[in-house]
Every structure is written in C-alpha cells, then in structure tokens.
C-alpha cells in the first residue's frame, strides 16, 4: 500500500511545500519585518547623524582612544 499524504502543506514564493510549522513560521517573520520596517517613528537620517555625533564628541573626550 503506497503513502498518501492527507495534510495541505503549503506554498513557499518559489513554490516549494512547506509544512504546518514552516507556515506558522512565515507569517511570524513576516509580521516581524512589518513592524522593523515600520519608519512611522519619524527616524531620519539628521536624527541618525546627531546620535553618531553626540557618540563620537563623549568618545573623544573620554577614551584614550581618541589621545585623552
């Protein structure tokens, strides 16, 4: 008697079955991605450079690194 599969896996993108949990998996990842890249928060470059500013002026006033 030959295996019949009862299940309904699913569809990757490229069309590959996935199982149940693979999924479950997927639609967690996508979720994930939504919210990462989810920018609503106003972030943008100038807020980024005044960080990375602020960041290096306390380094090099207090760190070796930078000759103190």
């Not at 079955?17 to 979720?31: F, H, I, N």
């Not at 990375?52 to 103190?68: M, P, Q």
């Amino acid at each position: 008697m030959a295996y019949k599969s009862t299940g309904t896996a699913g569809k990757s993108a490229s069309g590959a079955s996935m199982s149940k949990y693979d999924v479950e998996v997927e639609a967690r990842l996508q979720a994930l991605e939504a919210v990462v890249h989810d920018h609503s928060e106003g972030t943008s470059d100038a807020t980024l450079e005044d960080k990375v500013a602020k960041i290096t002026k306390w380094l090099e006033d207090n760190t070796s690194y930078y000759g103190h």
